[in-house]
């Protein structure tokens, strides 16, 4: 099955830095990679995902560039701010049909002020 | 328009004893997906079904068990509960649980097996 993996697992910058978090993943027909944040207490919230047909996509402070023939992709979050800060989790579909997820364990982001 | 909703918010049982999570998912979303957090780990995958049939299992014992209705609500029973159980629940939600959707969680049940 699907495996993923993501680093770091903790990730400390100053408010206004850039932050990255890299995944990798184990089965080449995945074809859709999203990204959730969690914050204390509530579920995953979805931020933004990108498909195998495209390299980067951007939504205003945040990007995630994929690499299919590495099997690697990466959330890039620029001007960071103290709300920035959370858990963030990359997926990978794991199924040849349905909508299965298979999560890396996390990166736990604190934005300091 | 209300998101992925999840009943209870929080459950204190004992060992052995059964317990059952209620998901409500988003209006015009068919496909219901189940996912175990223990925390500092990733969701883990549980069951997914799709106008009431199962469509995935993930590897869980047999104490789990799940179902959907008419109305695309579903539980998650667990039976004969271990300490191991204890872990946030996450219901997910999505149009028709086809690969590449995507997928819409819930607060989740905060299980805690003494």
């Known amino acids: 099955g699907e495996n993923v993996e993501q680093h770091p697992s903790t990730l400390s910058v100053q408010e206004g830095d850039s932050a990255v978090i890299k995944c990798t993943y184990s089965?080449?027909?995945?074809?859709?990679f999203p990204w959730y944040k969690q914050e204390l207490g509530k579920g995953p919230q979805l931020i933004i995902d990108?498909?195998?047909?495209?390299g980067e996509k951007k939504d205003q402070r945040i990007a995630v560039t994929l690499n299919k023939t590495a099997k690697h992709f990466s959330l890039h979050i620029t001007e960071t701010q103290p709300e920035d800060s959370a858990v963030y989790f990359c997926?990978?579909?794991?199924?040849?049909?349905?909508?299965?997820?298979?999560f890396g364990k996390g990166t736990m982001l604190l934005v300091s002020p | 328009d209300a998101g992925v909703t999840q009943s209870p918010t929080h459950l204190i049982k004992t060992r052995g004893q059964h317990v059952t999570l209620r998901c409500s998912p988003i209006?015009?979303?068919?496909?219901v997906s189940w996912y175990q957090q223990v925390l500092g780990q990733g969701p883990q995958f549980i069951f997914q079904?799709?106008?009431?049939?199962?469509?995935g299992r993930g590897n869980f014992p047999d104490r789990f068990s799940a179902r959907q209705f008419p109305n695309y609500s579903s539980e998650l029973n667990v039976n004969a509960l271990l300490l191991g159980d204890s872990a946030l629940y996450l219901c997910?939600?999505?149009?028709?649980?086809?690969?590449?959707?995507?997928?819409?969680f819930g607060s989740g049940t905060q299980l805690s097996v003494l």
């Open positions: 997910a939600s999505s149009l028709e649980g086809q690969k590449g959707e995507k997928l819409f």
């Open positions: 089965d080449s027909a995945s074809n859709y």
């Open positions: 990108i498909r195998s047909n495209v």
């Open positions: 997926a990978a579909t794991s199924n040849p049909r349905y909508s299965t997820l298979t």
């Open positions: 209006s015009g979303h068919k496909s």
């Open positions: 079904y799709y106008e009431k049939e199962e469509r």
